[in-house]
């Protein structure tokens, strides 16, 4: 019996190891062994180098890729935080027989696909769309508002995409704070905005770094969004790498992009679990 429970243990956590290490650290593996050779005339040879890494970080145009990737990562991530928990607030408190259907319908964003969303923004903020119609319908003396391309525009873009993932994440965290203690404060004295402040908001925060950090990562990594909204004029790191592998066909250099944005994606990751640790020992 018990050697059954141990093939069965063995089984569970094999197969998600194999696909793991088939499908994650074997690609990730060989993006990094390619981001260290160099290339001559399009063809990668068995030269090991640092000068991929050094040639995009010298650069203006991919050094401000870089920033604009990171910079977008972080006020989607805020935003995304910002305007989610009030949403999961009231859908972990409300005791409305409508809860279900709420918390399906604050997840309708996932039932279309990324593009469709990123175009339907596109209809909504090109010079000739719905929002310049209404504000020369207003204000017919206001010129055409130039909103395309733009980080602005990914941020708008990509803050919608990615908003049910962060109603998710801090639902979860209200979902587990015991309503209890709420009550307690309140029957020490303390008004619902202290008891929000001392006691729902520092028990959610797992939550809402969660939310951030998955915000953040998605957003740097994301490719559709900032191809549609911001196109050549703002690129990010992964519009940088598209054009590396396809138009200039330099795949040393669109690896080294790709292992810049893997490992400090990883990297916040590692952070936040850190903190995370730290902030539940305390």
Known sequence: MMHKMTWRAALMVG??????????????AFLLTTSL???????????????????????????????RSFWIGAVVGVLVV??????????????????????????????ASVVVRTYGWWVLLNRDGAINDLVHAIAPGIGVL???????????????????????????????????????????????WRTFWNVTLPLSMPGVVGGFLLAFSLSISAYATPAILGGPATSTMATQIYDFLTSLDDWSLGSAMGAILIFSSMALLVVGVVLGARRQAV
């Open 82 to 111: 910002v305007l989610s928990y009030p949403l999961a607030f009231y859908l972990a408190r409300t005791t409305s027989r409508w809860k279900g259907l709420l918390i399906a319908l604050s997840l309708t964003p996932l039932l």
């Open 37 to 67: 050779l160099k290339s001559e005339s399009q063809v990668i040879t068995n030269q090991v180098t640092l000068e991929n890494f050094s040639y995009l970080l010298s650069r203006p145009l991919y050094q401000r890729a870089i920033i």
């Open 146 to 192: 130039a909103m395309l391309p733009s980080s602005a525009a990914i941020v708008i873009g990509l803050t919608h995409s990615l908003l049910p993932y962060g109603v998710l994440t801090i639902l979860s965290a209200l979902n587990g704070i015991n309503p209890h203690l709420e009550k307690a404060s309140m029957s020490l004295g303390a008004t619902r």
């Open 15 to 28: 197969l998600p190891s194999v696909f793991l290490l088939a499908f994650f650290v074997a690609p990730n």
